[in-house]
């Protein structure tokens, strides 16, 4: 059985996916990249700036999913540019700060919208 998170505290899904989809053990958060959910436009700024309004996108919806960041036990990221690898572990840090969860961290040619990164997680229920 699945059921599917819909929060307006998060940004809507810009394609045909949910924001995350909940099983009964797991918790799958779509790719979040830093849009503003208020505004649905791509928060201005460098690494640093999109890092930690993507991160508060996916905290969003693990909320509404009656989780937080410390049930993630799996990120992966996805870089514009893989020479902001440091800024961006620099944000990612204060956010997982114990029990770190398993990574990726891959570099690709673009993201949607411009996008500087985008960040999906699997977390514990």
């Known amino acids: 059985?699945?059921?599917?998170?819909?929060?307006?505290?998060?940004?809507?899904?810009?394609?045909?996916?949910?924001?995350?989809?909940?099983?009964?053990?797991?918790?799958?958060?779509?790719?979040?990249?830093?849009?503003?959910?208020?505004?649905?436009?791509?928060?201005?700024?460098?690494?640093?700036v999109q890092t930690k309004r993507a991160m508060e996108n996916v905290i969003a919806i693990l909320e509404s999913a009656d989780a937080t960041i410390d049930n993630v036990i799996k990120v992966t990221v996805y870089l514009a540019d893989i020479k902001d690898f440091t800024a961006f572990n620099e944000v990612y840090a204060t956010y997982f700060t114990t029990n770190m969860p398993a990574r990726s961290c891959v570099g690709v040619a673009?993201?949607?919208?411009?996008?500087?990164?985008?960040?999906?997680v699997i977390a514990q229920r």
């Not at 059921?3 to 899904?13: M, Y």
């Not at 996916?17 to 201005?44: C, H, M, R």
């Not at 673009?110 to 999906?120: F, M, Q, R, T």
């Open 1 to 48: 059985m699945k059921s599917v998170v819909i929060t307006e505290k998060a940004p809507k899904a810009v394609g045909p996916y949910s924001q995350a989809v909940v099983t009964e053990s797991l918790i799958f958060v779509s790719g979040q990249i830093p849009l503003d959910p208020k505004t649905g436009l791509i928060v201005e700024g460098d690494i640093k």
């Open 110 to 120: 673009s993201l949607p919208k411009g996008a500087l990164l985008e960040i999906d």
